[in-house]
T-cell receptor
Framework: AQSVSQHNHHVILSEAASLELGCNYSYGGTVNLFWYVQYPGQHLQLLLKYFSGDPLVKGIKGFEAEFIKSKFSFNLRKPSVQWSDTAEYFCAVKDYGQNFVFGPGTRLSVLP | ETGVTQTPRHLVMGMTNKKSLKCEQHLGHNAMYWYKQSAKKPLELMFVYSLEERVENNSVPSRFSPECPNSSHLFLHLHTLQPEDSALYLC????????????FGQGTRLTVV
């Protein structure tokens, strides 16, 4: 079965610091990859997605992610975080079926 | 607002009660999902319906019973739950056959007492 791992459980940064959150998945075939964000008390929202083509994808709010097929990775990055980026971030993978499998999430705390 | 509506938002029920969670979408999607989100645990996929047929059932106890009467509605019927079933239950939908993401509802916060 497909599985998704995220490297960090909790990341604490100061404003303006750069962010990179790791994500690895297990399935070796064609996958669709996603990053979702959950702000406190809110629903899961899509940050960005990768289906095919350019492995560097740009999302909302200045986030981007790079798909590296050889490493089964889809890491999320942002050059300069803001206090409003404090949230929980989830990497997700959809394989050949209808399953959407999520990683355990990384909690990001940005200190003002 | 995502277009996926879940009711109720909060539910407290006893272990002997029977209740149902409801999810509704009018986005033209034809796949719907139930997830369980517990503290300190990954988001767990419970059930997947595609074109109103259940295509996945990830070893969920029989005290959880899903129902998908049409492509716009999804229910999760609950009976004789345990305190460890307390969690946030999330519904999602997407359009199959295309490269699309899942859209999530706000969730139902369930407390079993």
């Amino acid at each position: 079965a497909q599985s998704v791992s995220q490297h960090n459980h909790h990341v604490i940064l100061s404003e303006a610091a750069s962010l990179e959150l790791g994500c690895n998945y297990s399935y070796g075939g064609t996958v669709n990859l996603f990053w979702y964000v959950q702000y406190p008390g809110q629903h899961l929202q899509l940050l960005l997605k990768y289906f095919s083509g350019d492995p560097l994808v740009k999302g909302i709010k200045g986030f981007e992610a790079e798909f590296i097929k050889s490493k089964f990775s889809f890491n999320l990055r942002k050059p300069s975080v803001q206090w409003s980026d404090t949230a929980e971030y989830f990497c997700a993978v959809k394989d050949y079926g209808q399953n959407f499998v999520f990683g355990p999430g990384t909690r990001l705390s940005v200190l003002p | 607002e995502t277009g996926v509506t879940q009711t109720p938002r909060h539910l407290v029920m006893g272990m002997t009660n029977k209740k149902s969670l409801k999810c509704e979408q009018h986005l033209g999607h034809n796949a719907m999902y139930w997830y369980k989100q517990s503290a300190k645990k990954p988001l767990e996929l419970m059930f997947v319906y595609s074109l109103e047929e259940r295509v996945e059932n990830n070893s969920v106890p029989s005290r959880f019973s899903p129902e998908c009467p049409n492509s716009s509605h999804l229910f999760l019927h609950l009976h004789t739950l345990q305190p460890e079933d307390s969690a946030l239950y999330l519904c999602a939908s997407r359009k199959t056959g295309s490269n699309t993401e899942a859209f999530f509802g706000q969730g139902t916060r369930l407390t079993v007492v």
